[in-house]
């Protein structure tokens, strides 16, 4: 698995995270830098893994993530708390139907769990690339879970 697939179906640490939002990010680099008011050479420099001498600080981080919206940084820190990060939705115009629908995610990410459980016992071993994809999809499950529950909710407040 290439790191941007990695990217996309593990938790990663939060220099990665930083580093896929940003080049993940609709005009990668260039674009944050330019946004941010930042240089370029420095946020990339700051960005990659391999150079010690350039650091992200609380401040990088925070515009990253204003500026990205990307959820994996979030996911990322929560993950360090053994906690779960998760956007509330937005519910509009809920009824049975949608609320099928949803039941249907939920079941859907608890079976994509399962499998990312039994595709990692398959050796008889777990590594950590297969704790951090399973976690993951632990997120998505909790977010789908948590999802189903508001639509619930905003079915009994009709009025």
Known sequence: MDSRERSKKCLLNLQMACYHAVHDFPGGAIAVAAMAGTNMQVLQHKL???LTTH????RDLQTICELTGDE??????CSYFN????????????????LLEKSADLTRELGELMQQVSASLMDGRVNDAEVAAMDKALM???????TLIEQAKSIGVKK
């Open 140 to 146: 998505e499950l909790i977010t789908a879970g948590k």
């Open 48 to 50: 990659n893994p391999n």
């Open 72 to 77: 994996r940084i979030l996911q990322t820190v």
């Open 83 to 98: 906690a779960a990060y998760f956007r509330l939705p937005e519910i509009e115009g809920a009824d049975n139907t949608s």
């Open 55 to 58: 650091n992200i600080n609380v």
